[in-house]
């Protein structure tokens, strides 16, 4: 072969070469991808992990999800509660309110003694709304309501923490909301609804770590 046809072929390879390195060029480098798939596992890993919360009753939002756990010393002062309560409902003890009538007595297994509130009885859909108080913590509002027999009680919560409307145990009404919270697109605040059909005061709290707020309904006639 001669040097002129040697040149030839060495500027043809040449140009091609520089051709396809161009065309390289436009798209993504392997280091590009390798870095885009990392990123779309840390989203896909995130989203899994958000929605197991969800699906747990918990709340994504919240910096810390801890629910009273069975057999921490939170879930053993509940216990130890609910059975003094209930020994001394055995025996008919029994708390009347101040300015109270005897439909006002204390159902059986109330976890504290409860003064009926003056004025009359609420009925319909009465509305108890979890609020934060901010370094006092959370708090029913109202604590204490009195509904007539056969009303029905409301718990709402717009925080993005959840807290719960739970019953004492051995009392003659028994209801648990679970965890209410607001979710990050949700428009209206968490609801619970409990309909009461025996007269008594009966006594609830919050069974989520941190909360301390109780409360109490007391229905009547």
């Given at each position: 072969?001669?040097?002129?046809?040697?040149?030839?072929l060495i500027l043809a390879g040449t140009l091609i070469l520089t051709t396809v390195l161009a065309a390289c060029s436009g798209g993504p480098t392997t280091v590009e991808i390798v870095s885009t798939a990392k990123a779309q596992n840390k989203l896909d890993n995130a989203q899994a992990t958000r929605q197991a919360v969800i699906d747990a009753g918990g709340d994504p939002d919240a910096t810390v999800q801890v629910q009273i756990a069975e057999g921490s010393a939170a879930d053993k002062a509940?216990?130890?509660?609910?059975?003094?309560?209930?020994?001394?409902?055995e025996k008919g003890n029994f708390t009347e309110g101040?300015?109270?009538?005897?439909?006002?007595?204390?159902?059986?297994?109330?976890?504290?003694?409860?003064?009926?509130?003056d004025g009359a009885a609420e009925s319909g859909v009465v509305i108890v709304d979890i609020q934060s108080l901010g370094a006092q913590g959370t708090a029913f509002v109202p604590e204490i309501i009195k509904v007539t027999v056969g009303s029905t009680v409301k718990w709402t919560n717009a925080r993005k923490s959840a807290a719960s409307s739970t019953a004492h145990?051995?009392?003659?009404?028994n209801w648990d909301s679970k965890a209410l919270f607001k979710g990050t697109f949700d428009k209206d605040p968490a609801s619970f609804e409990h309909t009461f059909t025996t007269l008594g005061c009966f006594t609830y709290s919050s069974q989520f770590s941190g909360d301390t707020n109780t409360g109490a309904v007391c229905v009547v006639e």
């Open positions: 072969m001669s040097i002129r046809n040697r040149i030839i509940n216990a130890e509660r609910a059975a003094i309560a209930t020994e001394e409902a101040v300015g109270g009538t005897a439909n006002d007595e204390l159902s059986q297994g109330a976890a504290f003694d409860v003064v009926v509130p145990q051995g009392q003659d009404e």
